[in-house]
Nanobody
Framework: QVDLVESGGGSVQAGGSLSLSCAVS????????MGWFRQAPGKEREGVAI????????VYDDHVKGRFTISQNNAKTTVNLLMRALKPEDTAMYYC??????????????????WGQGTQVTVSS
């Protein structure tokens, strides 16, 4: 079991920045990748960024590439998402996730896919 707790959401004007943090605990070494996903009202949840724990290799959705940066600490107990140049279309509930395996922005290894409770990000124009 892996527990994930997000923090750092909030409201910001377009062009601003926010940093999200995800505290990871439990059987963290059962997972090989962690990432951030988001879901806007009326839309499906989508992958934002994934980081592979052993190599630090990261993958980004095209809509956030160049504006968002995912990182993790050496102990793999924190995964951060720095969001810059935010746009109103970035408004969503953001979720931290961890999985046994990943393929691009897809989480693999169900049922051992873990989710946090989410944190709201609102970007006003």
């Amino acid at each position: 079991q892996v527990d994930l707790v997000e923090s750092g959401g909030g409201s910001v004007q377009a062009g601003g920045s926010l940093s999200l943090s995800c505290a990871v605990s439990g059987d963290i070494y059962s997972t090989t990748c962690m990432g951030w996903f988001r879901q806007a009202p009326g839309k499906e949840r989508e992958g934002v960024a994934i980081i592979y724990s052993s190599s630090g290799y990261s993958v980004y959705d095209d809509h956030v590439k160049g504006r968002f940066t995912i990182s993790q600490n050496n102990a793999k107990t924190t995964v951060n998402l720095l969001m810059r140049a935010l746009k109103p279309e970035d408004t969503a509930m953001y979720y931290c996730a961890a999985a046994r395996a990943c393929d691009g922005l897809d989480l693999l290894g169900a049922p051992e896919i873990y989710w946090g409770q989410g944190t709201q990000v609102t970007v006003s124009s």
